[in-house]
């Protein structure tokens, strides 16, 4: 089974912190995304990647940036953390286009809960 | 704008009633369409997906999705539900040649023992 795993579960930072939030992937996908999960507003997707070194902004990137250095590997960074970032935060990845199996089919981790004082 | 909704934030049912959560999307291509669930203090799992073929797909613990194109909906049934569903359901739609999947706000659905 694939598993992605979050490095942190919960995290407290205060405001202007600046906030790391790793994701490693063992099952050599090509896509990794990073969303954030709120009450009544379900996912929301900040960024994704379809490779090393690539990243494209998803509905919500502002006040958030991304690194993809190694394939297994997908970073969410918080410049200067503020208040209304507090949320779960969800990594998922994905085969490509074309699997044969699973294709389009998102693997979550078990989120990291960040709360900004 | 592309947008996924789920016509019901909050159901309670109680045990052995039957379950219909909505789904509707906004988009005119083809589509992949997936119902995820999250139960409580568990990671998102998929329940059940459309990509093609026959139009009602059948799911894990029961669960299944009805796809009728021409009213752009997904809708999940599941004839008994059990306590154990409790849970958060996910609607999420993928357009078939991007990699963008988009998630509708959820529905909670609580069953009473």
């Known amino acids: 089974d694939v598993k992605v795993t979050q490095s942190s579960r919960y995290l407290v930072k205060r405001t202007g912190e600046k906030v790391f939030l790793e994701c490693v992937q063992d099952m050599d996908h090509e896509n990794m995304f990073w969303y954030r999960q709120d009450p009544g507003l379900g996912l929301r997707l900040i960024y994704f990647?379809?490779?090393?070194?690539?990243?494209e902004k998803g509905d919500i990137p502002e006040g958030y940036s991304v690194s993809r250095e190694k394939k297994e590997r997908f970073s969410l960074i918080l410049e200067s953390a503020s208040t209304n970032q507090t949320s779960m935060y969800l990594c998922?990845?994905?085969?490509?286009?074309?699997?044969?199996?699973?294709?389009?089919?998102?693997?979550f981790g078990a989120g990291s809960r960040l709360t900004v004082l | 704008a592309q947008s996924v909704s789920q016509h019901n934030h909050h159901v309670i049912l109680s045990e052995a009633a039957s379950l219909e959560l909505g789904c509707n999307y906004s988009?005119?291509?083809?589509?992949?369409l997936f119902w995820y669930v999250q139960y409580p203090g568990q990671h998102l799992q998929l329940l059940l997906k459309?990509?093609?073929?026959?139009?009602l797909v059948k799911g894990i613990k029961g669960f299944e999705a009805e796809f009728i194109k021409s009213k752009f909906s997904f809708n999940l049934r599941k004839p008994s539900v059990q306590w154990s569903d409790t849970a958060e359901y996910f609607c999420?739609?993928?357009?078939?040649?991007?990699?963008?999947?988009?998630f509708g706000s959820g529905t909670k659905l609580n069953v009473k023992p």
């Open positions: 459309y990509f093609s073929g026959d139009p």
């Open positions: 998922a990845s994905s085969p490509p286009r074309g699997s044969s199996s699973g294709a389009n089919v998102l693997t």
């Open positions: 990647s379809y490779d090393v070194k690539m990243k």
């Open positions: 999420a739609v993928i357009l078939y040649n991007f990699n963008k999947f988009y």
């Open positions: 988009y005119g291509g083809t589509v992949n």
